[in-house]
Each structure stands twice: as C-alpha cells, then as structure tokens.
C-alpha cells in the first residue's frame, strides 16, 4: 500500500455483487458521508466497483451504476465485499477471490457485509478469524468454511477484518469502524444523527428475544427451544423434551401454544425443515445426507414432507437466489 499522511482520504472500495442488498451498502456509505460532513473535510472516501464494470442488479431490482470493474492493487486502503443472495456461486468466481488476496497482502483492511463473509471466506482470507454471520445461513456457512469461527452475532472488527451479519448491524460496524479509523466523539455524533443513541457491541446476539424472560414459563421454552436446535439430527419425543426442562409434557404443551403459537411438535418439525432448507441451498451436501442430519429416517419421508411445505422436491431446491421457496420464521408471541 502507499504511504498514507494525515490529509489523504481513506479509501475504500465496496465490490457489490449481483442480487446485493441495497439497503445494505446505503447503510455502509450513509455514515462514511456523514462523517465527513461533520467534519467538513474529506476523511473517507469509496468507489463501487462491480466484476465487470458495468451496472449492478440489487435483490430489489434496482440497478446500480459503478465507478470501475476491479480496481488496481494498491489503490484502496479498505475493500469491502457486499452481498446477499447466491453467495455458493459468487465464492466460484477465481478472479474475485484472487484479487481480494492480492488486496490482503498488499495490506489492506478486508471486510464482508452479509454474505460477502462468504466471498472473504472461500478466499480463505477468514481462516483463523470470526465472522459474524446472518442466522438464516450460519448452518451452511458453517459446513462449508470449518475454519472461520463463525457465530450469530451482529458484527466482528480486529486483526485485518471486518464482517456484519448485515441489516441494521451494518450500521453499528461503521460506527465502530469510524470510531477506530477517525474518532470515538465523530462516531458517536453520526450515530446520533441516525437516531442511534446507543453503539451496540459487537457480539451482542441477533434476535435476542424482547418477551418477558423472567416469567418461568418463558424460560421453559426457550430451554425447550434450544434442547430442540441442538438435536436436529436425532430428535427428542415431546414428553423426552418436557423431562429435560423439568415440566410435564401437558405443561409445556400448554405454555408452546401461548409463548410460540404452535405445538412443540410443530416447531421441532419446523427448526428441521429450516436446517434442512439452510443446507440444501447453501451447502453441496448430498440430499441423502441432509436429510439424515435433520433427522428424516428415511430419504423418501424427507422429500415427502419437504415438498408439502415448500411446494418441490429437496434436489431440486439447491440455489439461494431471489426466486426460490422462502422458508418463513414466525415470531414467537410475547
């Protein structure tokens, strides 16, 4: 990298790819822009850069104009890969991987928003690292990059790099970022500005249920709920499940209806199928193997209960992109 002095602007290149959230790269440049404006100087400054140089379907259906295709080594102090959907097909892509590791060892900072993790980590740039990593693909990114210490946090920042599960994480990641590159006072004065009176940290967990976790009954479930996540692969019967967290399975039946809105043995179904869901999409495992790790005794039971849910068969349900079957996670009731 070139010798940086106190009045050259830090640059950095967003490579946006195809099917990328654009809320997600507005909420990674918004706060670069604010910060120079309260500084009234140019601190930061970025180029969007496509593979190709030409514009960029966002997931929205908005297309991006770009600055450049990949740009020449050297030129940027900080990439950051933005991504969202078909992340398995991008992490092919031998060219994108190759110039993200010239990057790294020409020293710059390295960072993923959303499944731009996943680029970073097929380019083995996150081996040794954490990454945080989106709920919805933390299974199959897990299976496919053993060697990032992957977790459902919102952000991770040290050592190099930076990754945010994406949505309204992204935002605490710049503001860290800003803090760390620039000044804690400026960051927390472009937090304000975007109504954030509070930096959350870095390792705080997504989703952290809002519902009234002193209530015991509460407390019952979600032990239930986690019992039930861990044991995808060998399932427990209902009243097994109720003994681990010390109730009758009539009690806990009763406090599944009221805290979830579903029976427990409707939601055990459902943690499978979304884990299920999760590695066929993100993952190149066999059908046969998923379908064992989610605990179907059988392949032909699997792909029965798989297509009256999702509306197809398990082999044909391979791609995370826009047009495939959603799997819907319904928000447990207060």
């Known amino acids: 990298m070139p010798p940086q002095n106190a009045d050259t602007p830090h640059h950095i290149a967003f490579v946006v790819l195809p099917d990328f959230s654009n809320m997600g790269l507005a909420l990674a440049i918004e706060p670069l822009f604010v910060a120079n404006w309260l500084a009234q100087k140019q601190l930061f400054r970025w180029s969007i850069l496509s593979l190709d140089g030409l514009s960029v379907r966002a997931s929205n259906g908005m297309h991006l104009p770009v600055d450049g295709a990949l740009g020449e080594i050297g030129t940027y ?41 996943e680029i970073l980590a097929a380019a083995h740039l996150l081996d040794g690292h954490p990454a945080a990593v989106h709920w919805d693909n933390l299974d199959g990114f897990q299976e496919r990059y053993p060697n990032v210490e992957a977790a459902a946090q919102l952000f991770t920042l040290g050592r190099g790099r930076m990754t945010s599960a994406g949505a ?21 004065e472009v937090g304000q500005h975007f109504l954030v009176s509070r930096q959350r940290h870095p390792h705080q967990e997504q989703n952290a249920p809002e519902t009234d976790l002193d209530s015991v009954a509460n407390q019952k479930v979600q032990q239930a709920l986690q019992i039930m996540q861990k044991t995808t692969d060998e399932p427990l019967l209902c009243h097994q499940v109720a003994a681990r967290v010390g109730l009758s399975e009539r009690q806990l039946q009763r406090h599944f209806q009221r805290h979830v809105g579903m029976s427990l043995a409707r939601q055990y179904l459902q943690f499978r199928l979304a884990k299920a869901h999760k ?27 798989y297509r009256r849910h999702f509306g197809c068969s398990p082999s044909v349900d391979r791609q995370q992109l826009t047009t495939a ?10």
């Open 279 to 305: 590695l066929l999409q993100q993952t190149d495992l066999p059908v046969t193997e998923i379908a064992i790790t989610c605990g179907f005794g059988s392949l032909e039971n699997f792909s029965r209960t």
């Open 77 to 117: 102090r900080t990439v950051i890969v933005v991504a969202s959907f078909n992340a398995k097909a991008h992490a092919e892509d031998q060219r994108l991987l190759n110039w993200l590791r010239r990057m790294a060892r020409f020293g710059a900072y390295i960072g993923g928003i959303e499944t731009g993790s």
């Open 168 to 188: 309204t994480a992204i935002l605490d990641l710049m503001l860290r970022w800003i803090s760390e590159q620039a000044d804690p006072g400026l960051a927390a």
């Open 325 to 334: 079957p959603v799997f819907r996670h319904r928000a447990a009731r207060s």
